[in-house]
């Protein structure tokens, strides 16, 4: 289930709204990283009743941090800002279901994988939606904005009208609001987002599921500046660390009944 994400938005970072939040271990020898994440994407991240960030992203950046001996502060940032957000040092690092593509390698540097989930199309239970461009001519398709979902459907879905959200749930009030047919997205953040949740009562997903590595990736890793190889070396040990002495199972089994890793590469 291969989240998410593509279309790269290099623009300038103005205006971005930015939070922290600390995320506390031990800091032997002061080392200091800031992290990006969404904190509007549950279950991978997201805000509390308490107004704290949760998710399976928050609490791998937590033991990948304890892991490395650092002390992380967890940055919140739109989805599409978090690029350029990266290449002005507002942070250090991205850790928000980001899929690993080709296309983003041009100018971040990612970790391997750390979870792997594919996108899929949900729309109306019963409503016949064919998962091809003839089938969904003329339908509206929701789509979160500057990623990988949408820029698969802008490129295959030409004859659909493609509608783009800033958050995933503002797409599913439309979609449960009857203003949109169809939406694409990561097929878990859809189904325990949606789809198991009241409003989505009366919806299923479609089709199949969805892997292009063009579009879709090689699964999400942490993305981090080009320069940056030493951070990068020392996450891609510590997501090995982790997944080895049951770390990594722990932080998954808390909120999926499944293997989210994914086949091995």
Not at 15 to 25: D, K, N, P
Not at 74 to 102: C, E, H, N, Y
Not at 105 to 118: A, G, H, I, L, M
Not at 126 to 144: D, I, M, S
Request: with cysteine; net charge positive.
């Amino acid at each position: 289930m291969l989240l998410r994400r593509s279309i790269l938005s290099l623009a300038a970072a103005a205006g971005l709204m930015l939070s922290a939040l600390a995320v506390h271990a031990q800091v032997p020898d002061g080392k200091k990283i800031r992290i990006g994440v969404e904190g509007a994407y549950p279950p991978f991240s997201e805000i509390g009743t308490d107004g704290k960030l949760k998710g399976f992203d928050i609490d791998i950046a937590m033991a990948l941090c304890a892991e490395i001996k650092a002390e992380c502060t967890l940055v919140q940032q739109d989805w599409d800002g978090m690029i350029p957000a990266l290449q002005a040092r507002k942070f250090d690092a991205i850790i928000a279901s980001m899929a690993i593509t080709d296309e983003r390698r041009k100018v971040v540097n990612f970790t391997e994988k750390y979870q792997s989930t594919p996108a899929r199309l949900a729309g109306k239970a019963g409503a016949r939606l064919e998962a091809t461009p003839a089938g969904l001519k003329g339908r509206r398709l929701g789509v979160q904005r500057s990623t990988s979902h949408d820029r698969y459907l802008s490129e295959f879905y030409k004859d659909s009208e493609i509608v783009r959200y800033a958050k995933s749930d503002d797409m599913f009030l439309d979609l449960a609001a009857g203003r949109i047919d169809a939406a694409m997205a990561d097929s878990v953040a859809m189904d325990i987002g949606f789809l198991k949740k009241p409003q989505g009562k009366g919806f299923a997903f479609f089709g199949p599921d969805f892997h292009d590595p063009r579009y879709f990736g090689y699964g999400a890793g942490i993305a981090l500046r080009k320069a940056d190889t030493d951070l990068q070396a020392r996450f891609n040990a510590a997501i090995r660390a982790i997944r080895a002495n049951g770390v990594y199972k722990k932080v998954q089994d808390k909120y999926f009944d499944f293997d989210v890793y994914g086949a091995a590469n």
